[in-house]
Nanobody, 121 residues
Framework: HVQLVESGGGSVQPGGSLRLSCLVSGYTFSSTCLGWYRQPPGKDREGLARISLGGGRPYYANAAKDRFTISQDNAKHTLDLQMSSLTPEDTAVYYC???????????????WGQGTQVTVS
């Protein structure tokens, strides 16, 4: 049974940082492609970053470039998203996702976590 459980959301002031984590279970961790999506209030979901856990460089959408870093911990079976220089426009529900194929378009998402709220104000 596949499970994605996000944690680490909360409230932060503009300019601050936050680290999200996703505990992944039920997959062959090293052969899976995972990513992060978000949905701002009243807006569509958007892909932020993805990483193939078997290797290769991560990919970032424009909204995440230079401010967000996606990383994996194979020993802990977690996927993290380190966010810095946050602005109110980053306020959203953030989701950990499974991707197949390993790309960011919405059609590639095969599994969603429950989401974690990030509020920047």
């Amino acid at each position: 049974h596949v499970q994605l459980v996000e944690s680490g959301g909360g409230s932060v002031q503009p300019g601050g940082s936050l680290r999200l984590s996703c505990l992944v279970s039920g997959y062959t961790f090293s052969s899976t492609c995972l990513g992060w999506y978000r949905q701002p209030p009243g807006k569509d979901r958007e892909g932020l970053a993805r990483i193939s856990l078997g290797g290769g460089r991560p990919y970032y959408a424009n909204a995440a470039k230079d401010r967000f870093t996606i990383s994996q911990d194979n020993a802990k079976h977690t996927l993290d998203l380190q966010m810095s220089s946050l602005t109110p426009e980053d306020t959203a529900v953030y989701y950990c996702v499974v991707l197949n194929p390993c790309s960011l378009p919405l059609a590639s998402v095969t599994q969603w976590g429950q989401g974690t709220q990030v509020t920047v104000s």
